[in-house]
């Protein structure tokens, strides 16, 4: 079966035009109706059919098709692999992100290792959401690699430490804790709170330390977001446990460190255990520990 001959077939399945599909391939229309036409015989079937000026797939060849982009997409996924394997002179890299990175952490990391990087081609694309949504992403392979919260019983999962995160208590502006220069947080819980939902990674985290100071906070509202929950706060609904990101600066919220319990709260980067990374993958990992391995 003719290799070229499956490549034109995923173009002409796509566009349902020959003129057009043959003017993307760069080939004549009757080279394209030939390579579609040994195909046919060789399955022995009808992949296409003529609806006016127009061609369509039929049953068998939608079956067909399917098998052929899958396959197709696998080898191309092969030979970028390939490509990066014989040299460093770029290549892709897929992170994920826990929401309270996107303002500071993600752009000048990327923007430092391009830096340092000049000339290569290193293409980046990115998504965010919740620890579970990230790490869920990871192990279907989305992404390389992630940033996200500590998640309990993920054996084939590499948590590195890189991050640590400070965690401040908000409250709206003019509120009776908003003049304390620390707070316990057991002194806390007459407010209602505003917490991180369930599919947080920092929403376990918080419940411990109002294990640790024997204190269950009056949970009014829940949030998936920081700025979402801050802004919830600063609209007087609550108070609230969040990270000190830059955004809280420009809102009508008072952030004030907890002085109990003591806490160290960690951002991780992680990886698959025993999948294969591209060099540039590896490399930026390396680059990533280098500046901020705890």
């Given at each position: ?11 002409l ?13 760069n ?6 109706s ?59 890299i897929d992170?994920?992100?826990?929401y309270?990175?996107g303002?500071?952490?993600i ?14 081609n290193?293409?980046f694309?990115f ?11 990871l ?34 502006k ?7 220069e620390a ?5 806390t ?5 505003i ?22 906070p ?20 609550g ?13 009508e ?6 002085k ?7 951002i991780?980067l992680v ?8 060099p ?14 705890i």
């Open positions: 079966m003719n290799l070229n001959h499956l490549y034109y077939l995923r173009t399945a796509k566009e349902q035009h020959y003129t057009r599909a043959a003017h993307i391939l080939i004549t229309q009757p080279s394209l030939h390579a579609i036409n040994a195909l046919e015989k060789e399955l022995n079937v009808k992949l296409f059919e003529k609806v006016g000026r127009n061609a369509r797939l039929t049953k068998e060849g939608e079956l067909f098709c399917r098998y052929v982009i899958q396959s197709l997409d696998m080898l191309d996924e092969g030979r970028r692999v390939v490509g990066e394997v014989s040299g460093m002179a770029g290549g892709y992170i994920g992100y826990i309270t990175l303002s500071h952490f752009p000048q990391n990327m923007s430092d290792y391009m830096k340092e990087n000049e000339g290569k290193i293409r694309s998504g965010q959401g919740t620890t579970e949504q990230m790490i869920g992403e192990k279907k392979g989305t992404y390389d690699l992630v940033f996200s919260s500590y998640k309990e019983g993920e054996d084939r999962l590499n948590f590195t430490p890189v991050v640590e995160e400070e965690l401040v208590l908000i409250t709206p003019g509120h009776p804790l908003a003049g304390e707070v316990d947080l057991a002194k819980t007459d407010y209602p709170y917490m991180f939902s369930r599919k947080s990674g920092l929403r376990p985290f918080i419940n411990k330390l109002f294990t640790e100071v024997k204190a269950q009056f949970i009014a509202y829940e949030g998936e977001e920081d700025s979402s929950v801050a802004g919830l706060v600063a609209a007087g609904l108070i609230s446990i969040v990270p000190r990101i830059p955004i809280l600066e420009t809102m919220v008072e952030a004030i460190p907890i109990r319990p003591e806490i160290k709260r960690y991780y990886t698959q255990k025993d999948k294969y990374l591209s540039i993958v590896e490399d930026f990992i390396g680059f990533i520990k280098s500046r901020h391995q």
